[in-house]
């Protein structure tokens, strides 16, 4: 039983299938959208199968992270990450919630980075992006 829900939550999407052929395994990579934008604040994490006594409250996550495979196969391709930065320049990324853990601030600005790259993207395009890992902040 989980009994506090974790102050990042990664969840991996399986975007992958395996198939046989001929006696070969081949792997196709899933193209299906995943609708994101459902994703981007989870409000209730579910807690009624918890003892009051551990979480006596819903948390709220936001989508802070998603990672893609650029790529048609398993054996080949390349990954790449939408990131929700920080909207003002002159505020730090993170801030110190008192206990030397880091919270990360609300950002509706989205950049796109890769190996050489960083550019500024589109919430519409982070949130169409072919999701493989998206990643949330609890929000305290």
Known sequence: MIAFGPKILCIHFKRFRIKFENGLVIGEKDTSRIDLESFEQIKE??????????WSKY?????FGIVCHKGKTLGNGHYVAYVRGNDNVNKPECVSSGNDEKEINGSSQWYFASDDEVRQVSREQALGAEAYIAFFHRQD
């Not at 948390?59 to 989508?63: D, E, S």
């Open 45 to 54: 994490f579910d807690s009624k199968n918890c003892p009051e006594s551990s």
């Open 59 to 63: 948390a709220t996550y936001k989508l």
